[in-house]
T-cell receptor, first 115, second 111 residues
Framework: GAVVSQHPSRVICKSGTSVKIECRSLDFQATTMFWYRQFPKQSLMLMATSNEGSKATYEQGVEKDKFLINHASLTLSTLTVTSAHPEDSSFYIC???????????FGQGTRLTVV | KQEVTQIPAALSVPEGENLVLNCSFTDSAIYNLQWFRQDPGKGLTSLLLIQSSQREQTSGRLNASLDKSSGRSTLYIAASQPGDSATYLCAVNGGNNRLAFGKGNQVVVIP
């Protein structure tokens, strides 16, 4: 299957700082990527759809100014958690597909801890 | 809004037994359904993808069925092994690759 690489796998940051997470499709181009968030013992919740060359589409209740998404190329999307607070601590994971409504491939995830 | 439920939430079985994991969804207007495996603290590994026009998919010891009209899918794992211990997630694609996930079936296979 296709490979999606996410970096970093773990990050610890101080409250008030910003953290950038990268998601790359390694062997295919993805015009659309997706960012999910997972709390312990909970399901993955879709945060936003990252669109190459245009603005991201955010799900209801997700603050776009807090979670900045940039999709500057067909193989890279970034999620920046701005002014992070302890409640932003979570597992963030991205996905991509090589075409519409086909198999989704996920990155390894990023464990963010805000202290 | 699509709601996905997975039952049971957790189960333990002795090695060699067959596993049956259930997934139900409320909106039958789906493009496909995908089963994933997640190990603790790790990302998701795709196991099987069933298109809405299909009734089942098989890969090795894994078999997934889909009854779209009743909003159900079942993942069967034959002859379970300790290495099958993980959380299994069901995800429904309602269009444009936006997935709705269940909370998962946490499986422990006892040697």
């Amino acid at each position: 299957g296709a490979v999606v690489s996410q970096h970093p796998s773990r990050v610890i940051c101080k409250s008030g700082t910003s953290v950038k997470i990268e998601c790359r499709s390694l062997d295919f181009q993805a015009t659309t990527m997706f960012w999910y968030r997972q709390f312990p013992k909970q399901s993955l919740m879709l945060m936003a759809t990252s669109n190459e060359g245009s603005k991201a589409t955010y799900e209801q209740g997700v603050e776009k100014d807090k979670f900045l998404i940039n999709h500057a190329s067909l193989t890279l999307s970034t999620l920046t958690v701005t002014s992070a607070h302890p409640e932003d601590s979570s597992f963030y994971i991205c996905s991509a597909s090589d075409s519409l409504n086909t198999e989704a491939f996920f990155g390894q995830g990023t464990r963010l801890t805000v202290v | 809004k699509q709601e996905v439920t997975q039952i049971p939430a957790a189960l333990s079985v002795p090695e060699g037994e067959n596993l049956v994991l259930n997934c139900s969804f409320t909106d039958s207007a789906i493009y496909n359904l995908q089963w994933f495996r997640q190990d603790p603290g790790k990302g998701l590994t795709s196991l099987l993808l069933i298109q809405s026009s299909q009734r089942e998919q098989t890969s090795g010891r894994l078999n997934a069925s889909l009854d779209k009209s009743s909003g159900r899918s079942t993942l069967y794992i034959a002859a379970s092994q300790p290495g099958d211990s993980a959380t299994y997630l069901c995800a429904v694609n309602g269009g444009n690759n936006r997935l709705a996930f269940g909370k998962g079936n946490q499986v422990v296979v006892i040697p």
